[in-house]
């Protein structure tokens, strides 16, 4: 009586013909690859203190921010170029400044300096205080950028041995390329809604990349079975069957990890509501390319040489 699952997202006996729409569902899909690819050029990211560089102070005052006296604050202590913006509440504020340059002797001493200045700037302020104050330099924010780029190569890479090596090629192609146009949908996503691109982010895209694998992977998993059940089944139906058989699995998987991240990205703060918004994001494009992007493109590619290696052996 304990075998039958509680909840099931769609009735057993589904059969709902996925592959007809197949194309609709790759042009789709590489128009807003391509539409993302264009805004990551113009106008693109909005780089975070981890791959620009500067001073970044967040403060938080007393009701809601004047901007008007805290530029007035700042400019009374020597800070100037000083951008000052809202973020998170109408009471939080963030300052940015640019570094002196770093080839300068005193640079260090005089970032500490600058540093200081907001501080006593913001010290002014009835109520006011200093929650956070970090710099970073030009030469270790393009140290960071390019490590976070390679961490992003290095994963692809690993994810495309790994099907390979637990699949035949024409899996591991499809999902890669699959992985490939989620993570160019990131990143427009990113440039849309200006959140900072920084190394937090990085992380949000790594694991984005990795529930979206593991989801392909149960799809591919099903498949691979229904080849060696199913010897005389087209392709096609055989794709249909097994993102049907595998779609409840799917739907609760993707659902629970949007509702655990979904208090983090109303919630969260500053800090952290980028991170969920970019994982909610990426969840639900993670599972719909995983049967409109992945599984076509398998049928593409797998359509003669997976039919063809699924038959049985004749005999003389």
């Not at 197949?22 to 690819?37: D, E, K, M, N, Y």
């Not at 900072?196 to 990349?209: G, H, N, R």
Request: aromatic share 8%; hydrophobic share 50%.
């Amino acid at each position: 009586m304990f075998d039958r699952p509680l909840l099931r997202f769609v009735p057993r006996g589904t059969k709902i013909n996925f592959m007809r729409g197949r194309f609709i569902g790759l042009a789709t899909s590489a128009v807003l690859s391509i539409a993302s690819l264009i805004l990551f050029f113009h106008p693109g990211l909005t780089l975070g203190l981890d791959f620009r560089g500067g001073i970044v102070v967040e403060a938080r005052t007393q009701g809601p921010a004047d901007f008007n006296v805290i530029r007035a604050a700042l400019a009374a202590e020597h800070v100037s170029a000083a951008g000052v913006q809202s973020f998170g509440g109408p009471d939080d504020v963030l300052i940015r400044l640019d570094t002196p340059p770093e080839s300068e002797p005193d640079h260090e001493a005089r970032t500490q300096a600058m540093v200081d200045s907001v501080r006593h700037a913001i010290a002014t302020l009835p109520g006011a205080q200093v929650l956070r104050a970090d710099a970073v330099g030009a030469s270790v924010s393009k140290e960071l950028f390019r490590n976070g780029m390679l961490a992003l190569g290095i994963s692809l890479l690993m994810i495309l041995a790994y099907i390979w090596f637990r699949f035949e090629w024409e899996f591991a192609v499809s999902a890669v390329v699959t992985l490939v146009l989620d993570l160019t949908k990131a990143i427009g996503f990113l440039v849309v809604t200006h959140f900072e691109f920084d190394l937090v982010m990085v992380a949000a895209i790594l694991t984005i990349l990795g529930y979206s694998t593991n989801d392909k992977v149960v799809v591919y998993d099903r498949v691979r079975e229904n080849l060696r059940k199913y010897r005389t089944m087209p392709l096609a139906e055989l794709i249909d069957l097994s993102i049907n058989e595998t779609l409840s699995r799917t739907l609760g998987t993707s659902c629970t990890v949007f509702l655990a991240a979904l208090p983090l990205a109303l919630f969260g703060g500053a800090s952290l509501s980028g991170f969920a918004w970019v994982m909610l994001f990426g969840i639900v494009v993670g599972t719909s390319s995983s049967i409109f992007i992945a599984a076509p493109l398998l049928l593409l590619m797998g359509e003669k040489r997976l039919r063809r290696d699924a038959r049985p052996p004749t005999r003389s």
